[in-house]
Nanobody, 125 residues
Framework: EVQLQASGGGLVQAGGSLRLSCAYS????????IGWFRQAPGKERMAVSC????????YNADPAKGRFTTSSDNAKNTVYLQMNSLKPEDTAVYYC??????????????????WGKGTQVTVSS
C-alpha cells in the first residue's frame, strides 16, 4: 500500500523558513517521483516542485524558483521541501504525492495517483 505523509508545516512570519518532510512507503517500483503541491483557500491545487527518485532530478514551479529547495534521502524514504524567504502568498495546505517519473517535469496535479494528507503552512505579514 502506497502511503505518504507530509509534516513540518506551521505558522511563520514573512521572510522566515520552514522545512517540510514527506515520508513515503509502499512503492512497488523505483520509477516514481515525489511531488510537492499546494492549495490555498479558494484556489486550485498547484505544483510546487518535483524530484525524481531514480536520478534526483528536480523541477520547480515559478513560485518555488530561487526560494525553495527539494531534496531526498532515499535511505530514509523521505523527501524534503526547504522553503526560505516565505511570503504571505505561500500560505496553503502543502501536499506530497507520488507520480510516475515521466510526469515529474510536467508539474501538474492532474492524474497524480497517490496523495498524502497535507500540512498547513501559514505565513503572516
Amino acid at each position: 500500500e502506497v502511503q505518504l505523509q507530509a509534516s513540518g508545516g506551521g505558522l511563520v512570519q514573512a521572510g522566515g523558513s520552514l522545512r517540510l518532510s514527506c515520508a513515503y512507503s509502499g512503492f512497488a517500483f523505483d520509477d516514481y517521483a515525489i511531488g510537492w503541491f499546494r492549495q490555498a483557500p479558494g484556489k486550485e491545487r498547484m505544483a510546487v516542485s518535483c524530484i525524481s527518485r531514480s536520478d534526483g532530478s528536480t523541477y520547480n514551479a515559478d513560485p518555488a524558483k530561487g526560494r525553495f529547495t527539494t531534496s531526498s534521502d532515499n535511505a530514509k524514504n523521505t523527501v524534503y521541501l526547504q522553503m526560505n524567504s516565505l511570503k504571505p502568498e505561500d500560505t496553503a495546505v502543502y501536499y506530497c504525492a507520488a507520480l510516475p517519473s515521466e510526469w515529474c517535469a510536467l508539474l501538474s496535479p492532474y492524474g497524480v495517483p497517490y496523495w498524502g494528507k497535507g500540512t498547513q503552512v501559514t505565513v503572516s505579514s
